[in-house]
């Protein structure tokens, strides 16, 4: 287990090509639009040295969420296929992964050497929107043991809802999201969304706010 508690970690949600690129196999619409503030992000995490999760699909045709008679609400068509392009990041989340965390049950010494790495940068792939349906997820989370959680990614009223009604779920109460470097599939959600979030504690923040707090605090020390 970590000796002390993450001050603050963030989380990328599916920043990937399929979701990303107007050409993607399940394009979020104007996410391109948002990649200018998750480059920001990710160099802010480097700058200032903040532990870093990332979600990624991996799926493969077999996984029950895809179908070629899709309802868009819990099955979509093929999309982020193991090893296509599709299922890459873009460049302005890409990193060298210090842990890449597959399906399988990881032991309790690999979840403590990934979040015990100095400056982690891990990556946990995933077969369903919900990240906690990785085995590891949880137990990953529970090590890095943050006070404060910023997500971002998309898309905001899947995945991002799965990530962040999970983390609520399991007593992480200190949630900011950024407001704009994450965008919707279905947009008539998001006012419900977000209000019910904030109801819950959840932070709406822009990236200028989310820089500038935490580029003062570190000049503070």
């Given at each position: 287990m970590t000796e002390q508690r993450t001050a603050i970690l963030f989380w990328d949600v599916d920043t990937q090509v399929d979701f990303m690129r107007p050409d993607g196999r399940l394009y979020v619409p104007e996410a391109e639009t948002i990649e200018p503030n998750l480059a920001r992000l990710s160099r802010l995490a480097d700058d200032l040295r903040i532990p870093l999760v990332a979600s990624a699909d991996d799926h493969t045709l077999d996984d029950a969420e895809l179908s070629t008679d899709p309802d868009f609400q819990q099955t979509y068509p093929p999309h982020c296929l193991h090893?296509?392009?599709?299922?890459?990041?873009?460049?302005?989340?890409?990193?060298?992964?210090?842990?890449?965390?597959?399906h399988?049950?990881?032991?309790?010494?690999?979840?403590?050497?990934?979040?015990?790495?100095?400056?982690?940068?891990?990556?946990?792939?995933?077969?369903?929107?919900?990240?906690?349906?990785?085995?590891?997820?949880?137990?990953?989370?529970?090590?890095?043991?943050?006070?404060?959680?910023?997500?971002?990614?998309?898309?905001?009223d899947v995945c991002n809802r799965y990530a962040i009604d999970g983390m609520l779920g399991r007593g992480y109460d200190r949630i900011s999201l950024v407001s704009d470097a994450t965008k919707p599939i279905h947009a008539d959600q998001v006012p419900a969304l977000v209000q019910r979030w904030k109801e819950a504690g959840v932070e709406?923040?822009?990236?200028?706010?989310i820089e500038a707090e935490l580029r003062q605090a570190s000049k503070q020390g």
């Open positions: 090893g296509t392009p599709g299922a890459q990041r873009v460049a302005a989340t890409d990193r060298e992964w210090t842990t890449v965390i597959e399988r049950i990881l032991s309790n010494d690999e979840l403590d050497e990934a979040a015990g790495i100095p400056l982690p940068r891990v990556l946990i792939h995933k077969k369903r929107f919900d990240v906690f349906t990785n085995p590891n997820t949880e137990s990953l989370l529970e090590r890095l043991d943050p006070g404060r959680i910023v997500v971002y990614g998309v898309a905001m709406m923040k822009t990236t200028d706010e």
